[in-house]
């Protein structure tokens, strides 16, 4: 679709959601005249539009009645033939995945059964059957292992691994992850949806409550429930379960055609990637959504922000394959996830080769920064003790000499301590230096700004008596403060940003 197209599809698309469906007909007949596959089109994801924010209700809110038979906790202390129930994970749409443990192999399980009320759905029987058939066909250390398809009286469910961690959704509302971080997550990702994809199978739901990272860092998909699996040559192809222009997936990280219903390949998965990376490294989403109007509107229009520019740690490079993820048209992205890995896992071990011994000049001179910083808070303590002796020995100035000195020492501690510490993992551990110089940018802009305070009131309280030495306090006072707000940004920018 070319760029005038889709600005006019969604000025017609943002008006008709104003709308009530009693208007809808009348305006999308003056809005789109004789252009019927326009008309098509902007119904379809008015429709999805529909659709979506029924699902996003509450269950029992959407359809109070299907839970009138059987509460979800009633499974929890029973058996399930050789399972034993012992709590809820969580609840989707259409299905309740379940903690057990199998008392044969003594190993905890998860247990994936439709919620009650659809248990009779033949299509939603058929939907759980075909999606444990999908993970049964895939082994690899980054999707949850299935281990069984169980039928209990009226009931059907999938028994799989149970994988204990934390949700990509989780880790997105702590800090920002370091770059490195960022790649290794990434990659692993990427080798998984490969594996997927050479099996023939399309995730189409690829969204961060969806990947899980072990407490060993190893990341894991989860629910193929809306997987597709591509027939292969010579071999009958499935029944379809959705009707051509149906949409299924989530529309904050469905790809364009997804949201239009049109045909989908791996390449949608490809999409979805992007979306949750970008996503991980900026600390929002790459279209900036607030609900699903917005995604389907912003998904098929608004262009992607530079990565690069949403977080300057994040290289260019990096920034410029995760670019090429969400592009709008299909044929624009990756072919396939092995090539998307490929691209990755170059930058990866460019960026081992370069991680292992920086040696651009800029790297040297923050490195140096560091050093002459932390040796030179230390010198200061010097002087600074010299006036506390002063105060105490000749003028009986015992509480005003310790309350000028032993703050600046508590400056200095925090502030020398926390540079040389960065001088040092630079030195040897360069892997480390990016979540460290992360958690400790504030502390010792703290301490900077605590060391200068106590110079310029010592310089203050002597610079009657010891003029000279007042103005060597101020005048490092001042060179700490300039550093502190404008060298060292400017050094770590150039000398640590593009590493």
């Known amino acids: 679709m070319d760029p005038e197209r889709y600005r006019l599809l969604k000025k017609i698309f ?64 029973k058996r399930l033939g050789p399972y034993s129930v012992t709590g809820k994970i969580g609840r989707g749409g259409m299905g309740i995945v379940y903690l057990a443990r199998d008392t044969r192999l003594d190993r905890p399980v998860a247990i994936k059964m439709l919620v009650p009320g659809c248990t009779g759905d033949g299509q939603q029987r058929e939907r759980l059957k075909r999606e444990a058939r999908a993970a049964a066909r895939l082994t690899h250390p980054g999707i949850a292992t299935v281990y069984s398809l169980e039928e209990f009286d009226d009931s059907i469910c999938i028994v799989s691994e149970y994988v204990h961690g934390t949700t990509l959704r989780q880790i997105l509302s702590d800090d920002l992850l370091s770059f490195p971080q960022i790649l290794d997550i990434a990659v692993q990702i990427a080798q998984a949806l490969a594996a997927a994809h050479q099996q023939g199978i399309v995730h189409r739901d690829l969204k ?13 998909i989860l629910d193929f429930g809306l997987a597709r699996i591509e027939p292969t040559i010579g071999a009958l192809s499935n029944p379809q379960l959705t009707r051509s222009g149906m949409f299924l997936g989530t529309p904050a990280y469905a790809s364009p055609e997804q949201l239009r219903g049109a045909e989908v390949d791996r390449r949608t998965d490809i999409f979805s990637f992007g979306v949750i990376i970008y996503e991980l490294a900026a600390g929002r ?8 109007m917005s995604a389907i509107a912003h998904i098929l229009d608004a262009d992607v922000p530079d990565l690069s520019k949403a977080n300057t740690a994040i290289p260019a490079e990096f920034s410029g394959i995760i670019r090429r993820c969400l592009e709008k048209r299909s044929s624009d992205r990756y072919p396939d996830s092995s090539t998307l890995l490929t691209e990755i896992e170059r930058l990866l071990d460019r960026g081992a080769e370069t991680t292992e011994r920086p040696s651009n000049s ?96 010592t310089a203050i309280r002597i610079h009657s008596t010891h003029a000279i030495l007042a103005t060597l306090l101020i005048s490092v006072a001042v060179g700490s403060a300039v550093a502190s707000m404008l060298i060292e940004p400017t050094t770590s920018k150039a000398a640590l940003e593009k590493e």
């Not at 961060?208 to 990341?219: L, Q």
């Not at 002459?372 to 003028?395: Q, T």
């Not at 400056?411 to 990016?434: C, D, K, M, P, Q």
């Open 362 to 457: 800029a790297f040297w001179w923050w490195q140096f920064h560091q050093a002459v910083a932390g040796f030179g808070y230390y010198g200061m303590l010097y002087p600074l003790w010299w006036i506390r002796a002063e105060l105490v020995n000749r003028l009986h100035r015992d509480i005003e000499g310790s309350l000028l000195f032993f703050p600046a020492l508590i400056a200095v501690g925090i502030a020398a301590n926390l540079r040389l510490h960065l001088w040092f993992t630079s030195r040897f551990y360069i892997s480390e230096l990016y979540e460290q110089r992360r958690k400790v940018a504030r502390w010792i802009r703290c301490g900077d700004w605590l060391f200068v305070l106590m110079l310029l009131i």
């Open 14 to 77: 943002d008006a008709a959601i104003d709308k009530n469906a009693a208007d809808r007909a009348a305006f999308l007949d003056s809005a789109c005249g004789a252009d019927a596959s326009l008309r098509k089109e902007i119904e379809s994801l008015l429709e999805t539009l529909d659709r979506d924010s029924f699902l996003e209700k509450p269950a029992f809110e959407a359809a109070p009645d299907l839970f009138e038979s059987r509460t979800d906790d009633a499974l929890i202390g």
């Open 285 to 292: 989403h790459p279209f900036g959504l607030t609900d699903s």
């Open 208 to 220: 961060p409550e969806n990947i899980m990272r072990t407490e060993s860092g190893v990341i894991k």
